[in-house]
């Protein structure tokens, strides 16, 4: 291998991370807070750090510890996206909640950052430093209404779980690194080359590494922290936890299980399938009996993740791919179902219990149908894009035989199907509560592009299916 | 791409309510403007749909057994999966069901929606495009795109414009089908990967191996039972029956009721022969079961709603036995008991629809005596009823007496069994006929109601002409079918003979 520099091909990155400090600067010299300009310069750096990452050369750079190609690309661009509706949709809360400062942007865009190095990682090390540089910014932006006691706990509780993770996550690096000698991911392929040579200690640091990685998924048994912490956090910060760093996560899974241990799939795939099913099941089943509707999220992030799961779960070029596809949808239904969160304000005042939606539908037919179109599809009803990602999801593992994953999958979502339906339910069929304020139209615009993406997706899925299939080849090159 | 009409008519028809629908999204102004255009709006795009489905009608080539109209457009090519639209002899029946039934809705409820007008319309808009794409699709995953996306506007109109139970019974709606769908979208996947396309026209001669026959056997049971609705798991309709709008229920009964049948029809039989063939006593032990038990039932209710869906549960049980008897005379017997039921189920929740506007209850015993002031509504029921009952000359004597010719051939006591049900659903329709309809008038609330307005005849007319229609030259329909069912019943009994050769080869 080629042990060159190649720094230009971490130029998004490096792009990103001028553009985040540069706004800092901007933000302390300016007076009064310049908190609406900061967003817009963030969106700025965003799209133009997004078409840095579809231009810019593939290949590996800093002496192995960085990647760049098809894969990281395509991780990227969803996770700017992810990033950039966010920072549209805290525009109006952070005035509402009196938390309007220029911080809120730059901390996205450094945790945009530590993603996208998250993406590219090529080394343990290099995975580690993206992950806490992601986590650090989060823990900060959870606790970001520092005055409401319930932010400052959800940050702190995230903070002290996650450092608890990282110390699992690393403990897991470390254990790999003494078995196989090196922390880079083409090499201990290499290293491993020999299935049936695998010490017992390698297996214990896949695992612990699989550990602190499911914590950050929030797929079942790390999700404790998830309800509470998406309660506590800002509506706007928990879309964002609930999208970016979700498919970053999924990113760094990916490339550390199939690069370097993908063909020690025997020893892996047996917990993803016991992760995944304990995800799919508690997601639909914990659900249920939720009346936040922030917390009704939550477990509905857990149980998708869970699906996505089941992709990585059959350890295929196909399996990838749905799981490629999977975020994609899921990062657009998951944005436009917290806009319209963000959306229940009455007299100023937010709100987030689900019988807060009473009769929605006559007092905002707008906002009630998006909120539809949102949850019909994240119960999978075709013919909106959740349906084609579960599609995906359960096409390859469908292949592979495995049959138990496939069908404890579309039973928990029939029961997943009951709660999302309890949201429609009580803004169809039940008597209309005061109307909430006027949107704000920054709201309206990531809400009408959920929606539409959602409704729309089955008209054009080629394009992305081939994209997805690209980035998946790359994996199993 | 040969078209006979000349143009994509199947998108069209597909895709014209939605674009309807998005035109009343666009209205402006009071609730009584926008409730006034909404339905008028409905009313000229189904009925330009219905005008445009009469297409098929005169363009459909009756001796030609494939699929007809066809279009093709690639949408996810590697994959083997295209959007393609077509019409056989057994589907092109039932998108025009679905097209003449949606104008008879939206007039039907003209009057008694005043809530939310705009909304209801669109999601009866919606839901005809769903229905008629379902029945059109010649494609595996158009199909259940279709066939799951029906499940959306039929739950808002039970939930929002039902009656008390409402919540209840659009919930176990949506989930009943729902689970049971859910189970045929991983048979859909394992044929996907085995055939390596989705291409209805390609799936029906692709022969499975025995065993995974089995398996997608009882997946599409699971789903396809669910909506038939096969005893026992019936029990979802007679709720959503009764809580559903008049017009939910008329949509119900007479096309999405279709859709199990139809399922049956299109994919299990054809794509599983030897599993069909095997499961064959169970479907007619089920069928048998729901015909008597289900119209023991009937006869036991209180209510107008819930008797009539218990008797569609009976009907489409004759349907079941009709299609696993494998036999010309059983399959086109039970398409055309789809299609005779389809109308006469239809008009019956109307007659319900048309004295509970009136009263506003369904309790039988508030009824007697309905003939002296109501003479032609008591004559246009009289009719249905008979219909219901499958009185010779009427539609439905066609479809029962070919599916008993049908079972008859399979064996004597199958068609002993299954006859039971034309008696019993002699008692209990006219059991129901004689309580509303004859009778004294001794309850003051019935003195003074009205008859028919020329609105409500205009919706019953065209009905009681098919009725006639088909019970009297039921050439014209079957005429459609004849193809499309000897060539399919051919193709099983090769198939069927094929697997038997290569059992007793050594």
């Known amino acids: ?290 009346s936040n509707i922030k917390r009704l999220m939550a477990y509905s992030s857990i149980g998708h993740m869970g699906y996505a799961l089941v992709g990585l779960a059959v350890n295929t070029e196909q399996g990838v791919r749905g799981v490629l596809i999977y975020m994609v949808t899921y990062v657009f239904m998951s944005a436009g179902v917290f806009a319209c969160i963000i959306a229940m304000r009455r007299r100023g005042r937010s709100l987030e219990r689900i019988s807060d939606l009473s009769g929605l539908a006559t007092t905002d037919p707008g906002l009630a149908l998006a909120m539809t179109v949102f949850m019909f599809s994240m119960a999978g009803i075709p013919p909106f894009s959740g349906f084609f990602g579960k599609l995906y999801v359960f096409l390859p593992a469908v292949q592979a035989g495995y049959w138990t994953l496939a069908v404890i999958g579309v039973l928990t979502s029939v029961v997943g199907a009951y709660y999302y339906l309890r949201v429609i339910k009580v803004m169809y069929f039940d008597k209309a509560e005061p109307a909430f304020d006027a949107r704000s139209p920054s709201v309206s615009f990531v809400a009408g592009v959920g929606a539409l993406v959602t409704t729309l997706f089955f008209v054009f899925p080629a394009p992305l299916v081939a994209a997805a299939q690209s980035a998946a080849r790359v994996l199993f090159g | 791409m040969t078209n006979a009409a000349g143009f994509p008519i199947l998108s069209l028809l597909t895709w014209l309510p939605v674009a309807g629908g998005l035109f009343i999204m666009t209205v402006r102004g009071t609730d009584a403007v926008i409730a006034s255009n909404a339905r008028w709006a409905a009313l000229w795009t189904s009925l330009i749909t219905f005008v445009l489905s009469l297409v098929l009608w005169v363009r459909f080539d009756q001796s030609n057994p494939g699929y007809q109209f066809q279009e093709s457009l690639a949408w996810l090519p590697e994959f083997g999966v295209g959007y393609r639209m077509g019409v056989d002899g057994i589907s092109v029946l039932f998108v025009l069901l679905s097209t003449a039934l949606v104008p008879v809705c939206i007039l039907a409820s003209w009057d008694t929606i005043q809530t939310r007008v705009r909304e209801y319309m669109l999601a009866f808009l919606v839901l005809e ?237 508030r009824y007697g005596g309905l003939a002296g002031r109501m003479p032609a509504y008591a004559l246009f029921f009289m009719l249905f009823t008979m219909a219901s009952v499958g009185l010779p000359g009427t539609s439905g004597f066609v479809g029962e007496f070919l599916v008993l010719v049908g079972a008859f051939k399979v064996s004597l006591y199958l068609a002993y069994l299954g006859s039971f049900g034309m008696i019993l659903g002699a008692v209990y329709m006219l059991y129901l006929y004689r309580r509303v309809v004859f009778g004294t008038l001794t309850r003051d609330d019935l003195r003074g109601i009205l008859d028919l307005s020329p609105r409500e005849v205009a919706i019953f007319a065209p009905l009681i002409g098919l009725t006639l229609w088909m019970g009297i030259y039921p050439t014209s329909f079957t005429a459609f079918f004849d193809a499309t069912v000897s060539a399919m019943v051919q193709q099983h009994v090769a198939a069927v003979a094929g697997t038997k050769l290569a059992g007793i080869a050594p």
């Open chain 2, 129 to 365: 495009t769903m229905m008629v794409g379902m029945f059109s699709a010649q494609d595996f995953v158009v199909f259940y795109m279709f066939f799951e996306g029906v499940l959306i506007p039929m739950f808002l109109i039970i939930g929002v414009w039902g009656g008390p139970r409402r919540v209840y019974a659009s919930f176990k709606f949506f989930l009943y089908t729902l689970a049971g769908s859910i189970l045929m979208l991983l048979a859909l996947l394992a044929i996907w990967l085995y055939a390596g396309t989705t291409d209805l026209a390609v799936l029906m001669h692709t022969p499975f191996p025995a065993r995974m026959q089995f398996w997608l056997f009882l997946a599409f049971f699971a789903s396809f039972a669910v909506k038939v609705p096969m005893w026992p798991v019936h029990t979802w309709l007679p709720d959503a029956h009764v809580e559903a709008p008049t017009a939910g229920s008329v949509i119900l009964a007479g096309v999405l009721l279709k859709m199990g049948a139809y399922g049956f029809l299109r994919f299990s039989v054809p794509m599983l022969p030897d599993a069909s063939q095997s499961f064959a006593p169970l479907m007619y032990a089920l069928g048998v079961v729901a015909v008597i038990y289900t119209s023991l039932v009937a006869f036991a209710q209180t209510d107008m709603k819930k008797l009539i869906a218990y008797s569609s549960v009976a009907h489409m049980g004759v349907v079941v036995i009709g299609i696993f008897t494998f036999n010309v005379q059983g399959i086109q017997g039970a398409l055309f008991q789809m299609l005779s039921h389809g109308i006469v189920s239809a008009a019956l929740f109307l007659c319900v629809g048309v004295i509970y506007d009136r009263i506003h209850t369904r309790d039988i015993s």
């Open chain 1, 1 to 290: 291998m080629k042990l060159a520099m190649n720094w230009s091909l971490a130029l998004p990155e490096i792009v990103l991370a001028c553009c985040a400090m540069a706004i800092l600067i901007f933000g302390v010299l300016r007076k009064p807070d310049p908190a609406f300009s900061c967003t817009m310069l963030s969106l700025g750096a965003l799209m133009l750090v997004g078409v840095l990452t579809v231009s810019t050369q593939h290949g590996t750079a800093y002496r192995g510890l960085f990647v760049m190609d098809g894969f990281a690309a395509y991780m990227k661009v969803l996770i700017l996206v992810g990033a950039g509706l966010t920072a549209v949709l805290a525009l109006d809360w952070n005035v509402q909640a009196g938390i309007s400062r220029f911080e809120f942007p730059v901390l996205i865009l450094l945790s945009t950052i530590g993603m996208m190095v998250m993406c590219s990682a090529s080394s343990l090390m290099t995975l580690y430093l993206g992950l806490e540089l992601q986590s650090l910014a989060l823990y900060v932006l959870c606790a970001f209404d520092r005055d409401n006691v319930r932010s400052s706990e959800s940050g702190l509780k995230f903070f002290v779980l996650g450092a608890l993770a990282s110390g699992l996550l690393l403990y897991g690096i470390s254990l790999a690194y003494g078995f196989a000698g090196t922390m880079q991911f083409g090499e201990l392929r290499a290293a491993l080359g020999d299935p049936a040579g695998v010490s017992a200690g390698l297996v214990v640091g896949i695992v612990f590494i699989i550990a602190g990685l499911a914590f950050k998924l929030s797929a079942v048994p790390f999700h404790m922290w998830t309800p509470d912490v998406y309660e506590g956090a800002p509506t706007p910060v928990t879309a964002f936890m609930s999208t970016a760093p979700k498919v970053a996560a999924i990113a760094l899974l990916l490339r550390a299980l199939e690069v370097p241990f993908g063909h020690l799939g025997t020893q892996w795939t047996g917990i993803i399938v016991l992760v995944s099913i304990a995800s799919m099941l508690l997601g639909s089943l914990a659900a249920i009996g939720q």
